[in-house]
């Protein structure tokens, strides 16, 4: 039983209907990880698909930088709160890199430089929901953010785009990523406010 | 509940606290602090104790950041009469006992002083321990517990406090403004064949710096205790 | 210790709260070997990210994860598989 800190009122939430239930707006960019921040040479950076066969498909940063690029303007929310409306990224669309993949897996694992895993259904990294994003507000994306390239999934909670990106799993049964495992929620539906397992 | 505020400096605030049932602390501790909004929102930070244990009173220094969700509200509207949750005290490791008699060398960043203050108030009196604090800030302003450590220096017998200003020093210092070096521990610290017990806290990247100097000074690793306040 | 609010990287005595709510004895003293490495550290003195969306503590040699923590409304969730030992030694 908490008892309530009078005069406290954390962050103001603004009640425009942009922000899910639960965030507050920012206009800074916060930085949060779960370790040091990866450097990746670009010429040893790849991007790889493997599929529940064992099959890979693998982009290289010149081969997934050369695809066709799509600029986009979403908002960003994430689980400890914070929302960032309107942020402009450059990137390739997973719908792209998934094109000539074979598969009947239902759910994707994805991994990043450095260690950090995320789980999503498959079928949210498709139909121009997600993005391989390698630019941010018009400059090359920084270390500190993700890059030189990270996941961009912008319709479920900002975990879910997992900054320096190496690939993904495709896999028949689903796995809980890296925040999944210690009470995360599986999916992370802002607009659900699904947080934590069992929301 | 919020006994009295102190300020410390433009920007630091000292809140003694009445807690119900303190059993006590030592120099080093820190308690959690947890804010509950009205609907429901909680957050949590973390304050060392700057005081010895006094029966059911705390002392905790808060350094107002620009923008902090947390120490603003602590620094400036927290009311006397107003009452906080708190949990400890917490930390083992980064402590120091009254009964070790060894020299000790602290050096702090910032408000990494806090902890340390609480130290050299705990020695007063009680130990006979060298202790020397060299404390870096950015400009004189910014010095925590300044009065009570030129008294303290003066009177406590075997504390001795140099200062390293990292942007602006005073006119008549003889060391321009910059980041700790090693010669700053050379000339103010304790060396390793004293074997001295070292605290070093502060901002992150000011702690492991600190930390590899007395390290490739010689001081043996297994006598150096730090706390890293995150941040730059 | 004073958490900034300008975030981490912290050590391991930013663990002591979280953990005081599961472990009778305190903590940040015990030392924990890296299942990884092998390397033996007391708690104060791994590399700790975050506290949001959770902790996360890293071996200071190898960097590996020690530990992780995540408290919910209701529950707090522990990880400490990133080491193959932890010593507490009583108070004297």
Known sequence: ?199 | ?232 | MTQTETGGPYDGNALAGPLAEVFALEVTAAVARCRGCGRSSPVATLAVYGPDPGLVGRCPGCADVLVRVVRTPDEVWLDLGGMSALRFSFPS
């Open chain 1, 1 to 199: 039983m908490s008892v309530f800190t009078r005069g406290f009122h954390g962050r103001r939430r603004d009640d425009d209907g942009r922000l899910p239930p639960g965030q507050y707006l920012t206009d800074d960019f916060p930085v949060l990880s779960a370790g040091p921040t990866p450097e990746v040479p670009l010429d040893r950076w790849a991007f790889t698909i493997r599929t529940e066969s064992g099959d890979e498909h693998a982009w290289s940063w010149a081969e997934l930088t050369a695809l066709p690029t799509e600029s986009v303007t979403v908002d960003l929310h994430c689980v400890t709160r914070w929302s960032k409306l309107d942020t402009d990224w450059r990137g390739v669309s997973l719908d792209a890199l998934l094109e000539d993949v074979e598969t009947a897996a239902d759910f994707a694992l994805v991994h990043s430089y450095g260690g950090y895993t995320t789980n999503l259904p498959l079928e949210d990294l498709l139909d121009g929901r997600a993005w391989v994003a390698f630019e941010y507000d018009g400059e090359g994306l920084a270390a500190e953010h993700g890059g030189p390239a990270r996941l961009l999934v912008p319709h479920l909670y900002l975990w879910k785009s997992a900054k320096w990106v190496r690939g993904l799993d495709l896999l028949l049964q689903d796995e809980p990523g890296f925040w999944e495992q210690l009470g995360y929620h599986d999916y992370g539906d802002p607009w659900r406010e699904q947080r934590y397992q069992g929301d």
């Open chain 2, 1 to 232: 509940m919020l006994l009295e505020r102190r300020t410390e400096s433009p920007s630091a605030r000292t809140l003694v606290l009445q807690v119900d049932e303190w059993a006590g602390h030592l120099p080093g501790q820190h308690v959690d602090v947890r804010l509950t909004a009205e609907d429901g929102y909680q957050t949590a930070r973390s304050y060392s104790l700057a005081a010895p244990p006094d029966g059911d009173r705390l002392e905790i220094t808060v350094q107002r950041a620009d923008g902090g969700e947390v120490s603003p509200f602590l620094a400036d509207d927290l009311e006397v009469g107003d009452r906080v949750e708190l949990r400890g005290p917490l930390g083992g490791w980064f402590v120091w006992r009254p009964e070790d008699p060894g020299p000790v060398l602290l050096v702090a960043g910032g408000s990494g002083v806090v902890p340390l203050m609480a130290m050299i108030r705990a020695r007063a009196g009680v130990s006979r321990a060298p202790f020397r604090l060299i404390y870096s800030v950015r400009t004189p302003e910014d010095r925590l517990y300044a009065a009570e450590l030129r008294r303290r220096a003066a009177e406590d017998g075997g504390l001795d406090v140099s200062y390293v200003y990292t942007r602006e020093a005073p006119a008549d210092s003889p060391r321009p403004p910059g980041r700790i070096r090693a010669d700053d521990l050379v000339t103010h610290g304790w060396p390793p064949d004293f074997e001295p017990t070292c605290f070093v806290c502060g901002p992150t990247p000011l702690v492991e710096a600190v930390a590899g100097l007395l390290v490739g000074w010689g001081h043996d690793p297994g006598r150096i205790r730090t706390e890293r306040f995150g941040g730059s």
